[in-house]
C-alpha cells in the first residue's frame, strides 16, 4: 500500500514563529487532506488539497502532485495551534485514506 | 448540521463483554468509515461501506463487525473485548470515494478494555 511519511516529527515553537509541516507520500494521489488533531482528540479538517495551494487565514497547504509532496504552513502561531498535524492521501484507484504518524506541534507562549 | 455523530463518547469494558458503536451522518453521504487511533500513531481503517447494505474489510478487521442497514448510520460492534482493542475509535463519512471526495470525521469514542 502507500507510504505517508510526515516531517518533522515534533516541532517547538514560541507564538509568533512561523513553520512548515512536510508530507511524502509514495504513490500517485487523487486526495489529500490536512487534519489538525486538537488537544481534545477532535480531528479538525484543515484542507482537502490533492494538488495546488490554498489558504485558509493563517494557515496554507500546497500539494505538488507530480513529486508526490505537500507542505503545511503555519505563520503567527498561537498557542491554540498546538497538537498533531496529520496528512491522510488515498490513492488513485483506492477508496481508503492512509494517514501519516503526524507532527506534534507546540507552540509556547 | 450535525454532520458525524458518534454514540458514546467514552465507555469501559471487561474482556469479553460485546458492546456497538455507533456512527450516524446526516450529509446523505454514500461512503462511511470506521478507525482507530493507537497512542502517537495516526488513523486506521477498520471497516467501510460503499453504500447502504455494503461493508467491506479495511487494514485491521479482525476482531470488529460493522453493519450498514441504514444509509445514514454505520454500526461496529466488538462481539468480545479484548485489551488490545484499547483505543480512540473515529467515524467517517464522504460523498464519494476518498479518491475522490474529503472524509468528514466524527469526535471519536474513546474506549477502554479492562
Known amino acids: 500500500g502507500i507510504q505517508v511519511e510526515q516531517s518533522p516529527p515534533d516541532l517547538i515553537l514560541q507564538e509568533g514563529a512561523n513553520s512548515t509541516l512536510r508530507c511524502n507520500f509514495s504513490?500517485?494521489?487523487?486526495?489529500l487532506q490536512w487534519f489538525h488533531q486538537n488537544p481534545w482528540g477532535q480531528l479538525i479538517n484543515l484542507f482537502y488539497?490533492?494538488?495546488g495551494t490554498k489558504q485558509n487565514g493563517r494557515l496554507s497547504a500546497t500539494t505538488v502532485a507530480t513529486e508526490r509532496y505537500s507542505l503545511l504552513y503555519i505563520s503567527s502561531s498561537q498557542t491554540t495551534d498546538s497538537g498533531v498535524y496529520f496528512c491522510?492521501?488515498?490513492?488513485?484507484?483506492?477508496?481508503?485514506?492512509?494517514f501519516g504518524e503526524g507532527t506534534q506541534l507546540t507552540v509556547n507562549p | 448540521n450535525a454532520g458525524v455523530t458518534q454514540t458514546p463518547k467514552f465507555r469501559v469494558l471487561k474482556t469479553g463483554q460485546s458492546m456497538t458503536l455507533l456512527c450516524a451522518q446526516d450529509?446523505?453521504?454514500?461512503?462511511m468509515y470506521w478507525y482507530r487511533q493507537d497512542p502517537g500513531m495516526g488513523l486506521r481503517l477498520i471497516h467501510y461501506?460503499?453504500?447502504?447494505?455494503?461493508?467491506a474489510k479495511g487494514e485491521v478487521p479482525d476482531g470488529y463487525n460493522v453493519s450498514r442497514l441504514k444509509k445514514q448510520n454505520f454500526l461496529l460492534g466488538l462481539e468480545s473485548a479484548a485489551p488490545s482493542q484499547t483505543s480512540v475509535y473515529f467515524c467517517?463519512?464522504?460523498?464519494?470515494?476518498?479518491?475522490?471526495?474529503?472524509?468528514?470525521f466524527g469526535d471519536g469514542t474513546r474506549l477502554s478494555i479492562l
Open positions: 488539497i490533492p494538488s
Open positions: 467517517a463519512s464522504s460523498s464519494m470515494g476518498s479518491s475522490n471526495q474529503p472524509q468528514h
Open positions: 461501506s460503499v453504500g447502504e447494505g455494503t461493508t
Open positions: 491522510a492521501v488515498a490513492e488513485t484507484s483506492g477508496s481508503r485514506l492512509t
Open positions: 450529509m446523505n453521504h454514500e461512503y
Open positions: 504513490d500517485s494521489v487523487n486526495n
